[in-house]
């Protein structure tokens, strides 16, 4: 069973930033050959995919937070990141981390608020 941690939340204005780390404990050469995705549920939300990160480099952000959000990795500390800046009121919910993409394993999230 694939742990995974997510890292990073907390309480920032509107227009901040924050850096979102998740961990997963599994080999390098499998977790180097997964697509990873960062996913938020706001309250009496469905949870979403925000951010999605494909093997070969491409990527995926929901509309509302392209050019906002970045989703990067580092394949020898297995650690996927959302790097989200300009943050909006919106944007507060629980982020999951997602590894691999498409799989059970997902971590206990962390809190997102934003707010003035």
Request: proline share 4%.
């Amino acid at each position: 069973q694939v742990q995974v941690v997510e890292s990073g939340g907390g309480l920032v204005q509107p227009g901040g930033s924050l850096r979102l780390s998740c961990t997963a404990s599994m080999i390098h050469p499998i977790f180097s050959r997964n697509d990873v995705a960062w996913h938020r549920q706001a309250p009496g939300k469905q949870r979403e995919a925000v951010a999605i990160l494909y093997y070969g480099g491409a990527t995926f952000y929901e509309d509302s937070v392209k050019g906002r959000f970045t989703i990067s990795r580092d394949n020898v500390k297995k650690t996927v990141y959302l790097q989200m800046d300009n943050l909006k009121p919106e944007d507060t919910a629980v982020y999951y981390c997602n590894v691999p993409r498409g799989s059970g394993n997902w971590g206990q999230g962390t809190q997102v608020t934003v707010s003035s």
